[in-house]
Nanobody
Framework: QVQLVESGGGLVQAGDSLRLSCVAS????????MGWFRQAPGKDREFVAL????????VYADSVKGRFTISRDDAKNTVYLQMNSLKPDDTALYYC?????????????????????WGQGTQVTVSS
């Protein structure tokens, strides 16, 4: 099992930037991919971005493509989500996740059910 702790959320204005961090501990070597998801009040948890450890493939949701960047620092066991040009629609609780499952198609990594471990979430609020 992998333990995940997110940080970096906050209250910002539209157009501002934030960088979220996710520190992993435990059986980090067994993870195949890590992802970022978000959940707004009254809505389902939705995919934001993912990075495959095995293939190096990075995937973004259409709604954040060109504005968000996922990256990692192996020495720190940390995954980042750089968020630029934030919009009020980006307001949500952001979760970091990890999975040991291996799939041939990246479409499965967009699903919440693929992920074994989740952090507690960090709140991002964007005012207009």
């Amino acid at each position: 099992q992998v333990q995940l702790v997110e940080s970096g959320g906050g209250l910002v204005q539209a157009g501002d930037s934030l960088r979220l961090s996710c520190v992993a501990s435990g059986r980090t070597f067994s993870s195949d991919a890590m992802g970022w998801f978000r959940q707004a009040p009254g809505k389902d948890r939705e995919f934001v971005a993912l990075m495959s450890w095995r293939s190096g493939v990075i995937v973004y949701a259409d709604s954040v493509k060109g504005r968000f960047t996922i990256s990692r620092d192996d020495a720190k066991n940390t995954v980042y989500l750089q968020m630029n040009s934030l919009k009020p629609d980006d307001t949500a609780l952001y979760y970091c996740s990890a999975t040991q499952r291996i799939y041939s198609s990246m479409i499965y990594y967009r699903m919440t059910t693929t992920y074994d471990s989740w952090g507690q979430g960090t709140q991002v609020t964007v005012s207009s």
